[in-house]
């Protein structure tokens, strides 16, 4: 059976990738958790996981959660914290890879490193340009995870793009808005953003992505991946929206969208400081798709399934906004 160590279980990405492992089954599953016995009280993560105590800011923590031969998921990032203590806490994750002997470490990074790039599509090979901190620091981290696991271990990078999903951050201020926000200001939002690239992906094919790495047989040393929903042509701010508000009952706008040019869009996203300022830009799901890889739930599946959560938890809730 083989051993998954995951670091950051308890967020988003990771709650959903360790149900999935326990579904498939073969896999003997432990997590690091700051509050093991709050965990274990609370039942978070199953029977059938092994939790750990510990703080990834303390190089010791690790001993015994990371076993020789295992595969490590690691999932960490300290929003708190700035580029030096998250590269801190890094370095101690491999450190202990290191003395542990593990095989595999399968590095959650983000599409978001490319930054202002020029190009339409971007991949893997794309010059990566970020400007904000977040993506700064997140290009650092995996620099010094493809140096360090040299001769060592096996270091794989994913690149997730937006990542949504029941409870997930991405579409919930959209449907919000949709539901309950100014239909003037929606309408002119609409034209604005148009058929600007949402680079949405489903939390089911991201944590599909980590579990079909887990379980490739081939040398991948080195390799960067990225996951996304980017070759569905709906993809983009029209349709999504379109989507959301057949399925959330929101009446159509009487007014046809004005299209104007994008860029407008492009430069009022260059004055708010966002990262990526292409309207256009796509992220090549492409690499991970010709080693085999097939995203489980479609683009239109995984928005029915979040738009059901969302007008079930507002009738639930009497108008609070789902957790």
Not at 284 to 305: K, Y
């Amino acid at each position: 059976m083989k051993t998954i160590a995951i670091t950051g279980a308890s967020g988003f990405i990771g709650k959903h990738l360790v149900a999935q492992l326990l579904r498939e089954g073969g896999y003997a599953v432990r997590v690091l958790s700051r509050n093991r016995q709050r965990d274990l009280g609370e039942g978070r993560f199953g029977k059938e996981v092994e939790v750990f105590e510990g703080d990834i800011n303390d190089p010791h923590t690790f001993g015994g959660f990371l076993v020789p031969g295992c595969t490590v998921i690691n999932l960490v990032y300290l929003w708190d914290a700035g580029e030096e203590r998250n590269r801190a806490c890094t370095s101690n994750l491999l450190d202990a890879c290191k003395e542990a002997g593990v095989s595999r470490l399968i590095h959650c990074s983000t599409a978001a490193v490319a930054g202002r790039v020029a190009d339409d599509l971007v991949d893997e090979k794309t010059r990566s340009q970020p400007v904000t901190d977040y993506g700064l620091t997140k290009l650092k981290i995996e620099q010094d995870i493809i140096d360090a696991s040299k001769g060592a271990f096996e270091a794989i990078v994913l690149r997730p793009t937006a990542v949504f999903g029941i409870s997930g951050e991405p579409l919930k201020k959209l449907a919000a808005d949709l539901g309950r926000g100014n239909r003037w200001k929606n309408y002119l939002k609409s034209c604005l953003f148009g058929r600007r690239r949402m680079n949405l992906v489903h939390v089911a094919n991201v944590v599909a992505a980590f579990v079909f790495l887990i379980s490739n047989t081939r040398r991948l040393e080195g390799e960067i991946f990225i996951v996304s929903d980017d070759d569905d042509p709906r993809n983009n701010f029209v349709d999504v929206e379109e989507f959301l508000m057949d399925a959330l009952g929101v009446k159509k706008y009487s007014l046809p969208r004005l299209p104007l040019p994008l860029t407008l869009l492009k430069w009022l996203l260059l004055s708010l400081g966002r990262n990526n300022v292409n309207p256009r830009c796509d992220f090549d799901p492409g690499r991970l798709r010709r080693l085999g890889f097939n995203s489980p739930v479609s683009l239109c599946e995984g928005l029915a399934e979040y738009a059901a959560w969302y007008r079930a938890a507002q009738l639930g809730e009497k108008g609070r906004k789902p957790s």
